[in-house]
């Protein structure tokens, strides 16, 4: 028989995967942190297997054998998250955490049904396996918050996840049904083999991780590339003056990432890139721009500028003015009407009313 401490090694390997996924910096920060904690949950667990199987210490099996109710949703998340802007992640990780809580509890209980502990970890594999795939047919751009030059590597390493979930659930549940038999030395044969295919399994994920080097672009390429984030926030721009989005003081990032058939990221890192500021101070510049035509062609009331150009509140308004504008508003529409440019363009805007 195949030693058990090889679980003792396929800690290791778990845990190297956790350091390399924290270092993996095109992903946002919370998909890092998810894949390493999902993989830090693996070190614990195959290092937990190991010694209840090779040396009998059975201290640890209540932690044991909760940890997997935690390693599904964790690897779930580390995807889904990749489907929604960072509000929608975190209310997924609060959701799936009271899940898992709910699940940690229940298994404490003293539940008088043979194989409680089994099923309810067969059962939250297999939904979780299920979320998963849900998420895997929706294709590549389904993880509109990843780069694109990563998503469709993500799609397939989703399908790899979904196979081993899959297989992890069948394995299990044949070890549940050989220790419900009695039939324990067969049982731990399972165990051993199948921690040597994990083992393998996860050697050739960490010798591809540490190959794999994103492509390198030319400079023909990264010319395009700048090319087409100007063209992307123009067209941003565009949408937000014609279409009046800018008034709208709900406007969110995927809204406006919407309206320009783009991933919520690639407008975020465009607008970053091309004008220096995020997405929400891109969309005040523009209502700052606005307002600022508005004083200089029409007589209107700063607070009605201020509410039709989308800010909320007339403080935050005379904050964000003077930050760009270095003057106040009252001031500014005094000074750009007095000038000799702008007096004619102000009466050809206003003309005067005939009685």
Known sequence: MISIPVSFLLAAIFLGLGLLAVFWRALPLFSRL?????????????????????????????????????IAPTLYLAFA???????????????????????????????????????VIGMTFAVYCLALFLVWIGGPDRLSEAPTGQSGLLHKLQLV??????????????????????????AADIISYASLAFLLAAFGLAVLALRYRPPRRSEKNVSAAQADKVALVEAARRILLEQELYRDPAL?????ARRTGT????????????VGVNVSQFVNQIRLEEAARLLAETNAPVTRIHEQVGFLTRSNFYREFQRMFEEAPGAYRKNIQSSPDSRSRYSDANPPSSS
């Not at 609060?94 to 089994?118: E, H, K």
């Not at 969110?252 to 406006?256: D, E, K, P, Q």
Request: with cysteine; proline share 5%; hydrophobic share 60%.
């Open 34 to 70: 998810l894949f390493a904690v999902f993989f830090l949950l693996l070190c614990v667990e195959a290092g937990l297997v190991g010694l209840r199987f090779a040396h009998g210490n059975v201290d640890f099996l209540a932690l044991q054998r909760s940890l997997p109710v935690w």
């Open 81 to 119: 998250t990749l489907t929604v802007p960072f509000d929608g992640a975190k209310r997924l990780i609060r959701l799936n955490a009271l899940v898992a809580t709910f699940l940690t509890l229940a298994m404490m209980l003293p539940v008088p049904i043979p194989g409680f502990v089994d099923v």
């Open 161 to 186: 996840a979904i196979l081993v979930m899959a297989a992890t659930l069948a394995t299990d549940a044949w070890i549940a049904l050989l220790f419900a038999q009695q039939k324990f030395a067969m």
């Open 252 to 256: 969110t990032l995927t809204r406006l």
């Open 263 to 274: 991933p919520d990221r690639d407008l975020s890192q465009a607008v970053n890139k091309v």
